[in-house]
């Protein structure tokens, strides 16, 4: 079982409209949960980091974390096409006496005019 | 802040040789951690530094190692080149490394490695 799962998509949402990207993890003890979009050829950058369940909302992007169901999601609204790139999940896990970050395989969405 | 810088950005190297890439983190931030991502396995971590000591390593095979120095920066050497290690390296930095709950980490551009 892979430890951050993401639907590699992709994702076809229309401008103006609502994208929902979702992310599911393994480790029940995660307690940290970023999002980062990486444009084509370039290299991922943090949109959203959230800790608690509930909604965090930073403008556009809401990230949404429910731990006892073990996903986070985020919500892009009044997609535009410079929302096109690819969305990792981000979740920190627990090995031994570390914790890292695992990353998703990222879901790629593609906003249509 | 300046951010996360990467050298090179570019590299292309035959079988058999060896590369060393360099990190410089954001000012202040302490831990560097490296990853290597290919279009196939994505996003895969390859270790992280913290004041000089490597606190956590992923499943890459030992021709893979890194050091960090005392003004934080980092460099990362791949011996032994494989056409399978061709891959865009990434660096991330963060104040307080991966065990801190509240740490985040923020990627520098990468450098492209292609292995002919």
């Known amino acids: 079982q892979k430890e951050v799962e993401q639907n590699s998509g992709p994702l076809s949402v229309p401008e103006g409209a609502i994208a929902s990207l979702n992310c599911t993890y393994s480790?029940?003890?995660?307690?940290?949960f970023f999002w980062y979009r990486q444009y084509s050829g370039k290299s991922p950058e943090l949109i959203m980091s959230i800790y608690s369940n509930g909604d965090k909302e930073d403008g556009r992007f809401t990230a949404q974390l429910n731990k006892a169901s073990q996903y986070v999601s985020l919500l892009i609204r009044d997609s535009q096409p410079s929302d096109s790139a690819t969305y990792l999940c981000a979740v920190n896990a627990r090995y031994s006496s570390a914790s890292k970050i695992i990353f998703g395989s990222g879901t790629r969405l593609s906003i249509r005019p | 802040k300046a951010g996360v810088t990467q050298t090179p950005r570019y590299l292309i190297k035959t079988r058999g040789q060896q590369v060393t890439l360099s990190c410089s983190p954001i000012s202040g931030h302490r831990s560097v951690s490296w990853y290597q991502q290919t279009p196939g396995q994505g996003l895969q971590f390859l270790f992280e530094y913290f004041s000089e000591t490597q606190r956590n390593k992923g499943n890459f095979p030992g021709r893979f190692s890194g050091r960090q120095f005392s003004n934080s920066r980092s460099e990362m050497n791949v011996s032994t080149l494989e056409l399978g290690d061709s891959a865009l390296y990434l660096c991330?930095?963060?104040?307080?490394?991966?065990?801190?709950?509240?740490?985040?980490?923020?990627f520098g551009p990468g450098t492209r490695l292609t292995v002919l």
């Open positions: 991330a930095s963060s104040p307080s490394g991966q065990g801190t709950i509240t740490d985040t980490q923020y």
């Open positions: 480790d029940r003890g995660s307690q940290s």
